[in-house]
T-cell receptor
Framework: KAGVTQTPRYLIKTRGQQVTLSCSPISGHRSVSWYQQTPGQGLQFLFEYFSETQRNKGNFPGRFSGRQFSNSRSEMNVSTLELGDSALYLC??????????????FGSGTRLTVV | DQQVKQNSPSLSVQEGRISILNCDYT??????FLWYKKYPAEGPTFLISISSIKDKNEDGRFTVFLNKSAKHLSLHIVPSQPGDSAVYFCAASFSYGGATNKLIFGTGTLLAVQP
């Protein structure tokens, strides 16, 4: 079966712009979570969506937002980009939202560079 | 506040020997722990997990040990193989107000297995 697909793979944006990243989960998976990976910080949880509802949110400013569509595909948006937003953004999908982590599959990520 | 810490940024081991990767946590509410492996340009891949009601879990060459009193877990890889060379992340989660897929990650340890 197809894995978690994130698009685009690479993105270069200018400070002050906004960006939208997309994540298509594994077919049948209804939970999508987003993480930011930066050097020295590891992976930091952004938010989780399940059945189009945000279930959980990490400690990120309001410039970071997301949504999930009825087909479980998810998007995250970052507005007013800052240099510090440069990172690898990873999404992970799972069948449910009940911590069945053996089914928690990550995509390859979107590498965002803000210049 | 880094709730999950991997104090060794890197580790080098000879092929065939044991690799021991360590992880410390500060939040006593964590009740589920996981290890992920990450190759460059790929998303993390789930390796092994352990519930806080256990102190050991094995899966082939991988064993995770949990010491709750010390708030410490470790991943043992025996025997180590060159293909194990990757960044290893430990992660933790806990249930609050219901099940959640939110994971708290450490900063990772780069394992290099020398042939």
């Amino acid at each position: 079966k197809a894995g978690v697909t994130q698009t685009p793979r690479y993105l270069i944006k200018t400070r002050g712009q906004q960006v939208t990243l997309s994540c298509s989960p594994i077919s049948g998976h209804r939970s999508v979570s987003w993480y930011q990976q930066t050097p020295g910080q590891g992976l930091q949880f952004l938010f989780e969506y399940f059945s189009e509802t945000q279930r959980n949110k990490g400690n990120f400013p309001g410039r970071f937002s997301g949504r999930q569509f009825s087909n479980s595909r998810s998007e995250m948006n970052v507005s007013t980009l800052e240099l510090g937003d440069s990172a690898l953004y990873l999404c992970a999908s799972s069948l449910t939202s009940d911590r069945q982590n053996y089914g928690y599959t990550f995509g390859s990520g979107t590498r965002l560079t803000v210049v | 506040d880094q709730q999950v810490k991997q104090n060794s940024p890197s580790l080098s081991v000879q092929e065939g020997r044991i690799s021991i990767l360590n992880c410390d946590y500060t939040n006593s509410m964590f009740d589920y722990f996981l290890w992920y492996k990450k190759y460059p340009a790929e998303g993390p891949t789930f390796l092994i997990s352990i519930s806080s009601i256990k102190d050991k879990n094995e899966d082939g060459r991988f064993t995770v040990f949990l010491n709750k009193s010390a708030k410490h877990l470790s991943l043992h890889i025996v025997p180590s193989q060159p293909g194990d060379s990757a960044v290893y992340f430990c992660a933790a989660s806990f249930s609050y107000g219901g099940a959640t897929n939110k994971l708290i990650f450490g900063t990772g340890t780069l394992l290099a297995v020398q042939p």
